[in-house]
Every structure is written in C-alpha cells, then in structure tokens.
C-alpha cells in the first residue's frame, strides 16, 4: 500500500524533474524511499494473534470539507480500515465503524475529487451520539473554515461529544480558532505553521514534533504525519500489537516506539524575518476581511484553485 506512495515521487521525479518531486514530498512531510531495491517488507512477516482489547467496534467520525487534503484523510482512515480487517479475519470485533461529514453532500478535495459523505453537518447537529474519535484533517479549505460560524459551531458540538479529537495538518488551526486548544500543546503544517499559529494565540505551538497529544486532543504536523499518529492511536486505544501488525500489513515504515519528537520537517519552516511576519499577518488580516464580510453578506465563499 504505502509504496505507491514512494512510486508517485517517482513519477514526478521523471516527469517534472527532480526538484518538483522534492517540493511535493516536502510539502507532504513524505520520507520517500528512491530505492525500489529497499524493501523491509521482502522477509516473511510475522503474524500474530489479534485482538480487539475494547471488546467492541468505537465509533470514528471524519469531517471534511471544500478543499480538504485527501492524505490527511484517507491516510489514517487507511491503517483504520486495515486494522478492522486484521481483526475480522481472527473473528475479533473490528476497531472502527467510519462516519463521514461535511457540510454538504458532496464535497471537493484539494486535489480536486469530489467525494459523496454519509450525512450532513446539519444533519447531525442535535444529536447527542457519543464520539469514540474525531478525525478533522488540513488543507487550503482551512483558510474558510476558520471563517465559517455554522462549521465552527459545528465543530464545538462535535468536539464536546468526542473522547479524543485527531487533527492533521492544518485541521489543528480550525480547532485552536475555536478556543479548544487554549492553554494547551499543538501542532500544525511547517509550510503553513507561522499563518496558522496565529490563529490560536493562546496555544502553545510545538514546532518541532511529527505529533503533539495533550488531553483529548491529538495533532499532527503536514500531510503525512496524520498516518503515523493513526498508528499512535491504535496503538493506545489497541494495544501495540495491532498497531504493528497493521503497518506491517500496509508496508508502511514506522516506529513502534513512536513518540512524536523525530520530526525531519522541522527545519522547513519559513525563517520568520521582519518582512515575513509582515507578510504573514497581512496574511491573516485579509483573509479575515474577506471570509469575514462574505460570510456576514450570505455567500458560501468556497474557495477555488483559482485563488490559491
């Protein structure tokens, strides 16, 4: 599975050249592997008895939204939906049954996929269901979020129905924009981490961590840093078998000592000289002006890859 990760750098390397694919797995925070002849997965894999130490399959809610990041999503969902299967074939109950949200039925990606959901953010904003693990993942789609007081409001009622909250990437500053994350550790995408850090000024931004948890709440840095802390999850809600039987079976190179402190990506984030802050708070105030009024006059404001 995990491989055809390492594969598309390769495709752009020989199709746009080396420095393009550079760019987007640095973008990605992705370690790719350009060795095809490198693979820790060739040796017969272990197996191992399996089991569901909860007894019962949780509850995992994923909200998405225009422009969302699809590896934010389906990265975790992935292992998610691998762990179930590893269970279900040793007759055990699986882990998760998946959920998914936005506020609309169907939804555009940042990569530009539309994708149907299973219900409503309206649809779902009076009940009081238990949430055993919300899943909100980053993207440019972040930007209007922040904005938007019907998604904010619904969040809040989200997050207060939820045992554990895991943001990816930029998910993080839509939360902290709440106040939720207020007086407590996070963290976010290196690329975005200045822009974002701002809006939740009362938060304690960790800048070099692949993952932060502290309470309820569970972030993780860009893009593919969602599909290490899935793992993390598993690995505490499950226990450490399941956890490495489940990166095992997607041939996805982890630690199963992981603790969120080896972050590579750290030093990608922009150097804050007098200019970028500038920069980045001009940023911020022109797009809370934009979004802002949009919103106040009645409109949607999707964002458009136009705008990017």
């Excluded at 789609?141 to 989200?158: D, Q, S, V, W």
Aim: aromatic residues 12%; neutral net charge.
């Amino acid at each position: 599975m995990a491989a055809g990760t390492d594969l598309a750098h390769f495709f752009l390397r020989e199709l746009f050249g080396t420095k393009v694919a550079k760019m987007a797995s640095t973008f990605a925070e992705y370690q790719y592997s350009e060795d095809p002849e490198n693979d820790p997965f060739a040796a017969p894999q272990k197996s191992f008895a399996l089991k569901n130490a909860t007894g019962k399959t949780l509850r995992l809610v994923f909200v998405a939204y225009d422009q969302f990041e699809m590896l934010d999503s389906f990265g975790p969902l992935e292992m998610f939906a691998v762990a179930n299967r590893l269970l279900v074939r040793q007759g055990e109950r699986p882990c998760f049954e998946v959920m998914s949200l936005a506020e609309d039925a169907v939804t555009k990606s940042f990569g530009g996929p539309y994708f149907r959901m299973d219900q409503t953010l309206s649809s779902v904003a009076t009940s009081s269901e238990k949430i055993d693990l919300l899943l909100l993942p980053g993207g440019i789609g972040t930007i209007r979020e922040i904005h938007n007081p019907l998604f904010r409001e619904a969040i809040g009622k989200l997050v207060s129905r939820s045992e554990r909250v895991m943001t990816v990437c930029t998910g993080s500053a839509i939360v902290a924009s709440c106040g939720l994350l207020d007086g407590r550790k996070a963290t976010t995408n290196k690329l975005a981490f200045d822009l974002m850090s701002l809006y939740g000024p009362k938060v304690h931004w960790i800048p070099s961590a692949r993952w932060v948890a502290d309470g309820p709440f569970y972030t993780s840095s860009g893009v593919s840093a969602g599909t290490d802390l899935s793992l993390v999850l598993l690995r505490e809600m499950f226990g450490s078998e399941l956890a490495d039987a489940t990166a095992r079976q997607a041939e996805y190179q982890w630690d199963l000592a992981d603790d969120g402190t080896s972050d590579p990506f750290s030093h990608t984030i922009p150097k804050q000289t007098w200019g970028q802050v500038i920069f980045t708070r001009v940023q911020k105030a022109v797009a809370s002006f934009v979004f802002c009024f949009g919103f106040a006059l009645g409109y949607k404001m999707q964002i458009t890859r136009h705008l990017i």
